[in-house]
């Protein structure tokens, strides 16, 4: 039978304040027409940047949640991770995997531990590793800078040049992913610009796509980056398309938010950039990186 809503299994948190995770992830991507399955990893009362948050790990009860989807055969085609309520779920995460997917299944890793240098506030050190071991099972890993270089146990670069850039690519396709991408990229050619990179490795290719700075910060942006690509990639958009998408969104949803005065900047206006995810790719921006 043809899946009348194709399924995405979305493994993040639930925030209950602060714009990130399950709250960004569900509305992007049931507003780009698939049914999401959340497998919430904690609950919080904000997210971990805001200071006080209060955090219920759902580690223990995981294994029941996942036993219980088993048993109701379910079946996805795609599941995407994020932010994990403690180190040993990575593993739970990757027997979810292993159980669930097939090799249709579109399996997107967001590795979210850091940022800016620096672990998020509620991340053990051993996070990193049993991320990166985590990620080695899917097909689009999408770490930001600083989580690339914890990944590679490599220094947080201040500036990339594009050749440097390809072989951070490499090396994180090295670990098993066909797809990498890194984004917040501190590219030493588009310093005024919010760049991404990627690799397809099974073309050989890599993408640039990006837009031009705003001069602010808001929380959340990488769930709502991973989540457009994830939705893109699933519609059967090109790598590069889904960059473009992905980022266009981004910039959309910073630009409707920023044009306010008296708003904080852990509250991106999600809704009201929603519906230009229906709206077609017009303009791609996407560049090849020889
Ligand atoms: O946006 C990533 C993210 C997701 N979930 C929680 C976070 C963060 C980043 O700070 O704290 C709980």
């Known amino acids: 039978m043809i899946n009348p809503l194709p399924r995405v299994a979305a493994i993040h948190d639930l925030s209950g304040y602060g714009r990130c995770s399950l709250t960004v992830v569900i509305p992007i991507l049931s507003t780009m027409g698939f ?21 219920f790990d759902l580690t223990d009860q995981l294994p029941g949640f996942i036993e219980h989807w088993k048993a109701l055969n379910l079946r996805f085609d795609a599941i ?13 995460v990757a027997d979810f995997i292993r159980d669930f997917s097939t090799p ?9 531990m850091a ?7 509620s991340m053990p050190p051993e996070m990193i590793g049993e ?8 097909k689009v890993v999408t770490p930001n800078i600083t989580e ?41 050619t588009k310093k005024d610009r919010s760049t991404v990179a990627a690799y397809n490795r099974e073309d050989g290719r890599f993408w ?16 709502i980056f991973s989540s457009v690509l994830t939705g893109s990639l699933l519609q059967g958009d090109s790598l590069p398309i889904a ?21 904080d900047h852990h509250e991106i206006l999600l809704e009201r950039a929603l519906n230009t995810l229906h709206a077609p790719v017009t303009y791609a921006s996407y560049e090849l990186l020889a």
Do not use: N
């Open 35 to 55: 049914e999401v399955c959340a497998l919430p990893t904690a609950i919080l009362s904000t997210h971990t940047a805001i200071k006080g948050f209060k955090i």
């Open 80 to 92: 995407y991770s994020g932010f994990l309520g403690s180190a040993r779920q990575a593993s739970m």
């Open 104 to 112: 249709e299944t579109l399996v997107v890793v967001d590795p979210v």
């Open 115 to 121: 940022d800016f240098g620096e672990l998020y506030a």
């Open 131 to 138: 991320m990166t071991s985590l990620s080695r099972l899917a």
């Open 148 to 188: 690339a270089a914890f990944m590679l146990g490599r220094e947080v670069p201040q500036s990339l040049d594009e050749s440097q850039v390809k072989d951070w690519l490499k090396a994180l396709a090295d670990l098993g992913p066909a797809y990498p991408v890194i984004t917040s990229l501190p590219l030493s």
């Open 208 to 223: 640039l796509a990006g837009r031009p700075q705003v001069p602010t910060q808001y929380h959340g942006t990488g769930d």
């Open 243 to 263: 960059l473009d998408r992905s980022c266009q969104f981004v910039a959309s949803a910073i630009q409707v938010t920023f044009g306010y005065s008296g708003l």
